[in-house]
């Protein structure tokens, strides 16, 4: 199916003469997610939050279903969040680690993963081991079953798409090992749920996390945590429990709920709730496939018309890329960029080393421009901003 280019154009509110590309850090919403986040917020200004939830209970159930038909899961695997962090935090939580146990990750997670991760190393004792890159990037899968056999990890956390590059890891193979030898698999798939067809059924993760406000193009504060059904099964629940996820039955006694709400905090914010369902519906309605093939068309165009201009590098490796492209050029200082970029309208983010410490060293840079187009954005747009960075 084609995507309608200019319908999706019509839903978005004023935008005029910009030229978007920053969809990896927080993406413009349809007009719909407004129109329901302001709906929900009217109905409460009139009647009270607990009386509307209690109208909206069909409304806010299918949140988990269009989340759930999002990622090829089912409804009771899905517990709304905060934020990607806050959906990252209550998976870790809910492990029980010892000392000595070991975390496998990679050199490209997410900084706040690689905190969370040595603030577990100072409180327990746990040890990280991170997974070796091939010569282009990626995963080197070899060395990755060594660790696993050499280690027995507790845990194997990885990003399915860096923040600050447009590499694409080869999940599926991980989650392959990690199923068939019964080791916890989280997956940080915050860059790539929105922009990419995921499946996690196919993945065979135990943890998923997300955030809304990216390639979802959902409203801030808002995320979703996938939970396997063996983790499920088995009782995993997060370390810091509320009346939400629980039920109170004796004073030294509570009993978990059986899905995936028992990671939840009884308070929610139930407008942006709705805002984050809309914006999963819309892109239900138009097909994940559809948006990773009209995005693909849109890479190319992007990175073919960077290589072919001088002075321009690219630092994004791996087989296969996404929606991420990271630049700089040679001899322009990242203010002299901005202000070109930012004079011609053009929305972007800058990627600095704290971000990503271990893959900066590797490249031995300290900052780059981070370009993330979606597929509200057009061919012409592509050329546009190629032509003004050719212009720097």
């Given at each position: 199916?084609?995507?309608?280019?200019?319908?999706?154009?019509?839903?978005?509110?004023?935008?005029?003469?910009?030229?978007?590309?920053?969809?990896?850090?927080?993406?413009?919403?349809?007009?719909?997610?407004?129109?329901?986040?302001?709906?929900?917020?009217?109905?409460?200004?009139?009647?009270?939050?607990?009386?509307?939830?209690?109208?909206?209970?069909?409304?806010?159930?299918?949140?988990?279903?269009?989340?759930?038909?999002?990622?090829?899961?089912?409804?009771?695997?899905?517990?709304?969040?905060?934020?990607?962090?806050?959906?990252?935090?209550?998976?870790?939580?809910?492990?029980?680690?010892?000392?000595?146990?070991?975390?496998?990750?990679?050199?490209?997670?997410?900084?706040?993963?690689?905190?969370?991760?040595?603030?577990?190393?100072?409180?327990?004792?746990?040890?990280?081991?991170?997974i070796k890159n091939l010569e282009n990037g990626e995963l080197d899968m070899i060395d990755f079953q060594k660790l696993?056999?050499?280690?027995?990890?507790?845990?194997?956390?990885?990003?399915?798409?860096?923040?600050?590059?447009?590499?694409?890891?080869?999940?599926?193979?991980?989650?392959?090992?990690?199923?068939?030898?019964?080791?916890?698999?989280?997956?940080?798939?915050?860059?790539?749920?929105?922009?990419?067809?995921?499946?996690?059924?196919?993945?065979?993760?135990?943890?998923l996390t997300a955030t809304g406000r990216k390639f979802l193009r959902g409203p801030r504060g808002t995320g979703f945590l996938f939970i396997s059904d063996r983790l499920l099964k088995n009782g995993f629940s997060p370390l810091m429990i509320d009346g939400g996820g629980a039920v109170w039955k004796a004073i030294d006694q509570f009993d978990i709920l059986e899905n995936a709400k028992r990671f939840e905090t009884w308070e929610a914010p139930y407008a942006l709730i709705m805002g984050f369902r809309e914006a999963i519906r819309y892109a239900n309605n138009i097909g994940l496939e559809n948006i990773q093939s009209y995005n693909q068309k849109l890479m190319l165009r992007l990175r073919e018309n960077l290589i072919g201009i001088q002075g321009v590098k690219l630092f994004d490796k791996g087989l296969k890329n996404c929606n991420i492209l990271t630049f700089r050029k040679d001899g322009k200082s990242l203010a002299k960029i901005k202000e070109k970029l930012n004079s011609n309208n053009v929305f972007f983010s800058v990627s600095r080393k704290e971000w990503g410490v271990i893959d900066f060293n590797k490249k031995g840079i300290d900052w780059v421009i981070r370009l993330s187009p979606h597929y509200f954005n057009t061919i012409e747009e592509i050329d546009n901003v190629s032509k003004i960075i050719d212009e720097i």
């Open positions: 199916m084609e995507i309608d280019i200019n319908q999706i154009r019509k839903d978005i509110t004023d935008y005029g003469e910009k030229i978007f590309l920053n969809s990896a850090g927080s993406s413009l919403m349809p007009k719909s997610v407004v129109q329901e986040i302001n709906r929900y917020l009217l109905e409460e200004e009139k009647f009270g939050g607990y009386s509307v939830a209690e109208l909206k209970t069909n409304e806010i159930a299918d949140f988990y279903n269009q989340t759930a038909q999002l990622i090829g899961a089912e409804a009771h695997n899905i517990a709304f969040t905060h934020d990607a962090t806050d959906a990252y935090i209550k998976a870790l939580s809910s492990i029980h680690f010892k000392h000595n146990d070991i975390i496998i990750t990679t050199d490209d997670d997410y900084a706040s993963n690689h905190i969370q991760f040595i603030s577990l190393q100072k409180r327990f004792g746990i040890k990280i081991v991170r696993v056999d050499k280690h027995n990890p507790k845990l194997v956390a990885v990003t399915h798409v860096p923040t600050n590059s447009g590499l694409i890891q080869n999940i599926e193979a991980i989650g392959e090992i990690c199923y068939n030898q019964k080791i916890i698999f989280l997956l940080d798939a915050c860059q790539s749920v929105g922009q990419l067809s995921i499946n996690v059924t196919k993945i065979k993760c135990d943890f």
